[in-house]
C-alpha cells in the first residue's frame, strides 16, 4: 500500500528523513510502469516523438497560408476552426500559454483564421475576441509578424512593417547587422522575409473576410510601426529613422544592389531547404520561405512540378499535423532527437539495462543521426569539423549544441558495439567543445551570437534576434565535459565557471533560457558542476540549494509560471508540475543533497501523481521558444522528467547506502 504523505513528514527530522519501509519499493514499481510505457511507445526505426504544443498562432497561421494560395479544403477548415475554439479562453481571448492571460496578437491571428475558415463577425465567439482586441487598442497595436501576414491579404498596410531591406544579404558576416549575427531561427525567418517585405505581395479579400472592425480607427490602415515608449536617444529610435529612410529608398529606382540582393536571398533560401522539404525544421521558416518564393515565381503548387521547393514544403508541413476525426493542428517543430536522447537518458538512469532492445534500437538511430556537414555555425567557426546532431529528423544546416550534448552522454554511457564508435562521441565533444562562446559559455546553435543591436531593430518585437551564451546549455555543455574527465582547472572548465559564477543570480539561481525557468537553468548548472568534480559545498552552491528549497510547495513540489520570464520576483513560484519537480530535485540530488527532506517530498510528489499507465499530468508549458513570447509544452517532459529523478533518486542510495 502506498504510504500518506503527511505519515511520511511526521517522522523526519531535519537532518536525516525517515523513509517508509516500501518507499524503494514504490518507486521501483513507478519506473517498471513508466519503462513500460515507453517501450510500447517507441517507434519502429527507435526513436520516440511526442508532440511539442505551443500557441494557436502556429495552426492559425497555417491556415492564412493554405488560402493565401488557393489550397483550401472546407473539411480541414473546420477541423483546424474546431481546434482554435477549443483553445479559446472564457472571456473570448487566446493566450499563448496554458492558463495565461490573454494575448492580442495571438487573439487577432485566430480570429482572422476563424473568419477565413467561414466563421461571421456575429458569432458569439467571434464577438467575444473583437471585444478583447479593441480594448487593447485594435489590430494596430498587433506584434509585426501578425501584421505581416495581415498585410498579405491586404488587411494591413504594408507601410506598417517594419523594413528589412533585402540588400542584408550583401553584408559581410561581421557586419552588426549581418544575417550570421542573429540567431539560427531568426536567420532562416529574416530571410525570407526580406523579400517578402521587398514584393510586398497581397491577395485581396472579399469585405466579407476582411478585419476592418478589429481597427480603434477603421479609416488607419498604416499604424505606427512600434506601440511601446521609445527613449529620445536610443538604438531604437535610431532605427525607427532609418526604417523612414529605408521606405523612401523603396519607391525610388536608386537601389543599384537589390538585383543582386534579391538573387542572393533567393539561393539561400533553397540551398536551406532540407531533402524533407522542411528550412530549419520550424514554422516560422518553412512557412515564409514557401511565401517568399511563391512570391518570386515559383510554382509547385495545386499539382505543378510536383518535386519542386514549394511542393516538398508542403509535404514537410503535412508531416507537423496532427489529425483526428475532429481536429487539425500544427506543430512549430518536431522533437526527436531531442525526445529520443532524453527518454533513453531517463531509462538508463531508471535501471534499464544497456542491453535491453528499446536501448540498442534508440543507440542505433540516433548514431545514425549524426551531422557531418557544415552549416550556418561554420561562418563563425571556418576551421571547426563537424559532428553535432540537430533537434528535428533533419536539420543538417544548424545542430544545436543541447541536443549534441545529450546524445553523446547517452552514447558514451551506453558505450560499446559498432554504432558508439570512439570516433563518433570525439567528433560530437569536440564540436561542442569547438562552439564555446569567447565569453566562456555556450550558445544554443551559434558562438559568440550576442551583439545586442540586433536586438533593437523595429522587426524585433519578440527581443529574440539573438542566441547568445546561457547558463542551462552551459550546464549541459559542463556535464559532457565531465564525463570524459574535463576537471575544474581545464581552460574551457575554468572559462566556463567564470561564465556561471557571473550569470548567477543574487539568490543564487540561474536563468534558464530553453525551459521554464529558474529551475531549470538551476538544475542544469548544479548537475554540470558535479560532472566535472566542483566542490559542492562551495558558498555559490550553497545559496543556489537554500533558495531552491525555500520555494518548494506545500504539496511537495515545485512550480513556476511562465511570466517569471517576464517578472522575475515570479521566479518558483507557480503550480507543481511533474517536470519542474524533477529538476529541482535531481538539482539537489547533484548537489549530495539526497537525504534532505526536501528531495524526499518531491520524490512523493512525483511518485503519488504517478497514473497507473505510468505517464503524469502536465497541462501547464514548462519550456520556451522565445522567452515570454513564445512558450512550449513538450508532452514528453512530463513523463521522461520524473522518471530520470526517480532513477536518479535510487542510484544515490544505491551508492550511499549499498543499495535500497
Known amino acids: ?10 517522522t523526519r527530522t ?25 517501450v510500447a511507445d517507441q517507434h519502429s526505426d527507435g526513436y520516440w516523438w511526442y508532440e511539442l504544443e505551443s500557441n494557436v498562432t502556429i495552426t492559425a497561421e497555417y491556415l492564412m497560408l493554405l488560402h493565401f494560395v488557393d ?9 483546424m476552426a474546431r481546434y482554435l475554439l477549443r483553445h479559446q479562453r472564457p472571456d473570448g481571448t487566446w493566450a499563448i500559454h496554458y492558463d495565461g492571460r490573454g494575448d492580442l496578437s495571438t487573439t487577432v491571428e485566430a480570429y482572422f483564421a476563424l473568419k477565413l475558415a467561414g466563421y461571421p463577425a456575429d458569432d458569439p465567439a467571434m464577438k467575444k475576441a473583437r471585444e478583447f482586441i479593441l480594448a487593447q487598442g485594435g489590430v494596430e497595436r498587433s506584434r509585426v509578424f501578425t501584421k505581416i501576414f495581415l498585410a498579405l491579404f491586404g488587411q494591413m498596410d504594408w507601410q506598417a512593417c517594419p523594413s528589412v531591406p533585402v540588400e542584408i544579404m550583401l553584408l559581410p558576416h561581421w557586419a552588426p547587422l549581418s544575417i550570421y549575427n542573429i540567431s539560427a531561427w531568426a536567420r532562416g525567418t529574416v530571410v525570407p522575409l526580406s523579400i517578402l517585405l521587398d514584393l510586398k505581395p497581397m491577395k485581396p479579400l472579399p469585405e466579407r473576410l476582411g478585419l476592418r472592425e478589429l481597427y480603434k480607427n477603421p479609416s488607419e490602415r498604416q499604424p505606427p510601426l512600434t506601440t511601446g515608449p521609445t527613449s529620445l536617444i536610443s538604438w531604437k529610435r535610431c532605427f525607427l529613422a532609418l526604417d523612414k529612410m529605408i521606405k523612401i ?61 514549394l511542393q516538398k514544403g508542403f509535404e514537410a508541413l503535412k508531416r507537423f499535423t496532427i489529425e483526428t476525426d475532429d481536429e487539425l493542428l500544427l506543430q512549430s517543430c518536431v522533437s526527436p532527437i531531442w525526445d529520443t536522447a532524453l527518454t533513453s537518458l531517463a531509462l538508463l538512469h531508471s535501471g534499464v539495462g544497456k542491453e535491453h532492445p ?39 544546416w544548424q545542430p544545436d549544441v543541447d541536443d549534441t550534448a545529450v546524445v553523446v552522454m547517452f552514447l558514451n554511457r551506453y558505450g560499446g558495439g559498432a554504432h558508439v564508435c570512439t570516433e563518433k562521441l570525439e567528433k560530437g565533444l569536440n564540436w561542442v567543445l569547438g562552439m564555446q562562446g569567447q565569453d566562456g559559455g555556450w550558445g544554443a546553435f551559434d558562438a559568440d551570437n550576442n551583439k545586442e543591436i540586433a536586438n533593437q531593430v ?56 530553453w525551459g521554464v525557468n529558474y529551475g531549470y537553468g538551476t538544475w542544469s548548472v548544479l548537475e554540470g558542476l558535479r560532472s566535472i568534480g566542483e566542490e559542492m559545498d562551495e558558498p555559490y552552491v550553497r545559496k543556489a540549494i537554500a533558495t531552491l528549497k525555500h520555494h518548494q510547495n506545500a504539496d511537495g513540489g515545485w512550480g513556476e509560471c511562465c511570466e517569471s520570464y517576464e517578472d522575475p520576483s515570479l521566479r518558483l513560484q507557480g503550480k507543481s508540475t511533474p517536470s519542474q519537480t524533477a529538476w529541482v530535485t535531481m538539482a539537489l540530488l547533484a548537489a549530495g543533497e539526497g537525504t534532505c527532506e526536501e528531495v ?23 519550456a520556451t521558444g522565445f522567452p515570454r513570447y513564445f512558450m512550449i509544452n513538450y508532452h514528453n517532459y512530463r513523463n521522461c522528467f520524473p522518471l530520470m529523478a526517480l532513477g536518479k533518486f535510487m542510484s544515490f542510495f544505491s551508492g550511499e547506502k549499498g543499495g535500497p
Open 1 to 10: 500500500m502506498n504510504p500518506v504523505p503527511g505519515q511520511i513528514l511526521a
Open 14 to 38: 531535519p537532518s536525516l528523513p525517515s523513509y517508509p519501509d516500501d518507499l524503494f519499493d514504490w518507486i521501483a514499481q513507478a519506473c517498471r510502469r513508466t519503462q513500460d510505457y515507453y
Open 71 to 79: 489550397k483550401k479544403d472546407e473539411v480541414r477548415d473546420k477541423k
Open 249 to 309: 529608398i523603396e519607391t525610388s529606382r536608386v537601389r543599384p544592389l537589390r538585383k543582386r540582393a534579391l538573387a542572393a536571398a533567393e539561393t539561400w533560401v533553397l540551398e536551406h531547404q532540407e531533402e524533407s522539404g522542411d528550412w530549419l525544421g520550424i514554422q516560422p521558416a518553412i512557412v515564409n520561405s514557401m511565401l517568399a518564393l511563391l512570391s518570386l515565381g515559383h510554382n509547385g503548387v495545386n499539382g505543378v512540378a510536383h518535386h519542386g521547393p
Open 358 to 396: 528499446s536501448l540498442e534500437k534508440a543507440c542505433r538511430w540516433l548514431s545514425s543521426q549524426q551531422v557531418f556537414r557544415k552549416g550556418d555555425w561554420s561562418v563563425k567557426r571556418p576551421n571547426l569539423e563537424p559532428g553535432g546532431w540537430a533537434f528535428e529528423f533533419e536539420n543538417d
Open 458 to 513: 523595429p522587426f524585433a518585437d519578440l527581443k529574440a534576434m539573438l542566441d547568445p551564451s546561457t547558463p542551462d546549455v552551459t550546464g549541459r555543455a559542463l556535464e559532457l565535459l565531465g564525463m570524459f574527465e574535463y576537471k575544474p582547472d581545464d581552460d574551457g572548465v575554468r572559462r566556463a565557471l567564470a561564465f556561471l559564477k557571473r550569470t548567477q543570480e543574487e539568490d543564487g539561481l540561474w536563468w534558464g533560457r
Open 600 to 622: 524526499t517530498r518531491g520524490i512523493c510528489f512525483l511518485l503519488e501523481r504517478q497514473k497507473p499507465d505510468g505517464t503524469w499530468d502536465e497541462p501547464e508549458f514548462t
